[in-house]
């Protein structure tokens, strides 16, 4: 969805994917940090994971989830509703967590 970065940009964008990562580690149980890492991996990473967090916006978001959606799990079925609700809540902890560090708002 994003151009191309500078190398300032990649660096500052890997240390925010290792927050969004790092966030589901402080509170849950083994089996929470692997479903959202695999939220991260699966579905965030490729489709927002190079977009800044001041470039995040409502309709960048919405095409994100609308691609997930569309997704087919390996039987072929679309992904499950309730699969597109966690990865949303997944990326909600990861935007909170990142407003409480103080990250710079619109």
């Known amino acids: 969805m994003a151009g191309s970065r500078s190398p300032g940009d990649r660096q ?9 990562e790092a966030v589901p580690r402080v509170r849950h149980d083994q089996q929470d940090l692997h479903c959202y890492c695999d939220h991260i ?3 965030l990473i490729p ?4 977009v800044t967090l001041a470039d995040l916006t409502g309709r960048r978001l919405q095409a994100c989830f609308n691609l997930i959606a569309r997704q087919r799990i390996k039987k072929g079925t679309l992904i499950a509703a309730a699969t597109v609700d966690r990865v949303r809540a997944t ?14 708002q619109r």
């Not at 500052?12 to 969004?20: A, E, I, M, S």
């Not at 909600?92 to 990250?103: F, I, K, M, T, Y």
């Open 12 to 20: 500052q964008h890997r240390r925010g994917l290792q927050r969004l």
């Open 41 to 43: 991996d699966r579905y």
């Open 47 to 50: 489709s927002i994971g190079r």
């Open 91 to 104: 990326l909600r902890s990861a935007l909170n967590a990142a407003v409480r560090e103080g990250h710079p």
